[in-house]
């Protein structure tokens, strides 16, 4: 048992977005913005969903902010996707694993979270709970120790984080210093072999605009099939694309692995940000769906998980990127061999300057100087919470 002073309080607070961004959600955008315009889903199918994905629901969820609280009155804080429900699950079930305990006790907290939620839980919105509360304890455990939480993964094993770009804008990304830039795709198998024309013509106007040796990726959001994607993937090669990521729903193990054979030689295939914990991943690696694995920090189950996933993808010689998570995934992978670069979302409207990926949600939050940056050696992750956003708390317990 250690000597640090045991939790006190565990608090879930969601953010109503005022417009000025969303955040953790960072779907949760206005009109105009690249992240959600005629982006391919796989609710493209139906016309009426197929230009915004905010039509659908992307941003219904929101933010959660989950605090934890130190009887000396040191407070730890994370944020992630997740918003009321998430709230919910947080202060009605996974309050009771963490007040009174002891928060160096990671790894039992975390068991008990994921089993005791199992029955209903195992991936999605509640692995999505069960990690805010995780990063939030170990930005606690950062302020009680005080050492940032890359120190207590192991210690840094570079100086500085290399950064692709996600955008609509390869072009403005690789002016801006990123190794590449990773595009979403605009159309899916709904529009046939127009969409598909008009993929690849964006494809050659961005790879002329960046010359031949600047990273290009497809992001397909769960978009395709898989003859489709094979096809993009085989046209695609033509114009050097480097990855097609996540072109499948995420449960079709079957269909990666298929992917992965068919694609071109010298092609990655990419997925993961909507998988979870570490038997979602083995599942991934054990049949061999695919060359990186994008977990999603926020989202896979936290940090304590992501060790175990991390250290699966390793063994296998696989490189694990984490999905865009701003310092959560910054502390993490500047701390994995098998973690050699890192994804940073533009979260400008055109995709054509550098801003905090969270904002306006976390004060302090580093950016990417051209392409590059060294990870705050400041206490847990680094961040505060800026508490001039509307912050509320829809299941305060007394
Ligand atoms: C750009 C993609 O459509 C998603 O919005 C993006 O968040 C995610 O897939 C990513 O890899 O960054
Ligand atoms: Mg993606």
Same mark, same amino acid.
């Given at each position: 048992?250690?000597?640090?002073?045991?939790?006190?309080?565990?608090?879930?607070? %969601?953010?109503?977005?005022?417009?000025?961004? +969303? @955040?953790?959600?960072?779907?949760?955008? +206005?009109? @105009?913005?690249?992240?959600?315009?005629?982006?391919? *889903?796989?609710?493209?199918?139906?016309?009426?969903?197929? &230009?915004?994905?905010?039509?659908?629901?992307?941003?219904?969820?929101?933010?959660?902010?989950?605090?934890? !609280?130190?009887?000396?009155?040191?407070?730890? #804080?994370? $944020?992630? *996707?997740?918003?009321?429900?998430?709230?919910?699950?947080?202060?009605?079930?996974?309050?009771?694993?963490?007040?009174?305990?002891?928060?160096?006790?990671?790894?039992?907290?975390?068991? &008990?979270?994921?089993?005791?939620?199992?029955?209903?839980?195992?991936?999605?919105? %509640? $692995?999505?709970?069960?990690?805010?509360?995780?990063?939030?304890?170990?930005?606690?455990?950062?302020?009680?120790? &005080?050492?940032?939480?890359?120190?207590?993964?192991? @210690?840094? $094993?570079?100086? !500085?984080?290399?950064?692709?770009?996600?955008?609509?804008?390869?072009?403005?990304?690789?002016?801006?210093?990123?190794?590449?830039?990773?595009?979403?795709?605009?159309?899916?198998?709904?529009?046939?072999?127009?969409?598909?024309?008009?993929?690849?013509?964006?494809?050659?106007?961005?790879?002329?605009?960046?010359?031949?040796?600047?990273?290009?990726?497809?992001?397909?959001?769960?978009?395709?099939?898989?003859?489709?994607? *094979?096809?993009?993937?085989?046209?695609?090669?033509?114009?050097?694309?480097?990855?097609?990521? !996540?072109?499948?729903?995420?449960?079709?193990?079957?269909?990666?692995?298929?992917?992965?054979?068919?694609?071109?030689?010298?092609?990655?295939? *990419?997925?993961?940000?909507?998988?979870?914990?570490?038997?979602?991943?083995?599942?991934?690696? !054990?049949?061999?769906?695919?060359?990186?694995? &994008?977990?999603?920090?926020?989202?896979?189950?936290? $940090?304590?998980?992501?060790?175990?996933?991390?250290?699966?993808?390793?063994?296998?010689?696989?490189?694990?990127?984490?999905?865009?998570?701003?310092?959560?995934?910054?502390?993490? %992978?500047?701390?994995?061999?098998?973690?050699? #670069?890192?994804?940073?979302?533009?979260?400008?409207?055109?995709?054509?300057?550098?801003?905090?990926?969270?904002?306006?949600?976390?004060?302090?939050? =580093?950016? =990417?100087?051209?392409?590059?940056?060294?990870?705050?050696?400041?206490?847990? #992750?680094?961040?505060?919470?800026?508490?001039?956003?509307?912050?509320?708390?829809?299941?305060?317990?007394?």
């Amino acid at each position: 048992m250690s000597r640090l002073p045991r939790i006190k309080h565990v608090r879930a607070f %969601v953010v109503k977005n005022d417009g000025t961004g +969303g @955040g953790a959600d960072y779907h949760d955008q +206005g009109d @105009g913005h690249w992240i959600d315009d005629h982006i391919a *889903t796989p609710m493209a199918k139906y016309p009426e969903y197929r &230009q915004s994905r905010r039509s659908f629901g992307i941003n219904v969820l929101g933010t959660l902010v989950v605090e934890i !609280e130190a009887e000396n009155g040191v407070v730890g #804080f994370a $944020v992630t *996707t997740g918003g009321e429900p998430a709230a919910y699950i947080v202060e009605k079930h996974l309050a009771r694993f963490l007040e009174g305990r002891d928060p160096s006790e990671v790894e039992k907290i975390w068991d &008990q979270m994921y089993f005791s939620t199992q029955y209903y839980g195992r991936k999605g919105l %509640v $692995v999505n709970a069960i990690s805010g509360v995780d990063l939030a304890l170990w930005d606690l455990l950062g302020r009680l120790r &005080q050492e940032p939480v890359f120190a207590m993964l192991g @210690g840094a $094993v570079r100086d !500085e984080l290399i950064f692709y770009a996600t955008g609509a804008r390869p072009d403005k990304a690789k002016e801006l210093g990123f190794i590449g830039g990773k595009m979403p795709l605009h159309h899916g198998p709904a529009e046939g072999e127009e969409g598909l024309h008009k993929t690849i013509a964006e494809l050659e106007a961005m790879r002329n605009a960046c010359g031949d040796d600047f990273w290009l990726m497809f992001d397909c959001w769960m978009a395709l099939d898989l003859n489709y994607a *094979t096809r993009l993937a085989h046209e695609a090669h033509k114009l050097g694309l480097k990855w097609i990521e !996540e072109a499948l729903s995420p449960d079709d193990y079957w269909g990666y692995q298929a992917l992965k054979k068919n694609a071109p030689k010298g092609m990655l295939v *990419t997925t993961g940000e909507h998988e979870a914990t570490r038997w979602g991943f083995r599942m991934l690696l !054990e049949m061999e769906c695919c060359d990186i694995i &994008q977990p999603d920090v926020g989202w896979c189950g936290g $940090v304590t998980e992501l060790q175990k996933i991390s250290a699966l993808a390793d063994a296998k010689g696989v490189l694990m990127i984490p999905h865009g998570s701003s310092v959560y995934s910054y502390h993490f %992978v500047v701390t994995r061999h098998n973690s050699p #670069f890192a994804e940073f979302l533009m979260m400008a409207p055109g995709a054509d300057e550098v801003v905090p990926m969270f904002h306006p949600q976390l004060i302090g939050e =580093p950016v =990417p100087v051209n392409g590059r940056l060294k990870v705050p050696d400041t206490p847990g #992750f680094g961040v505060e919470l800026n508490r001039d956003i509307a912050l509320h708390r829809p299941y305060a317990r007394p």
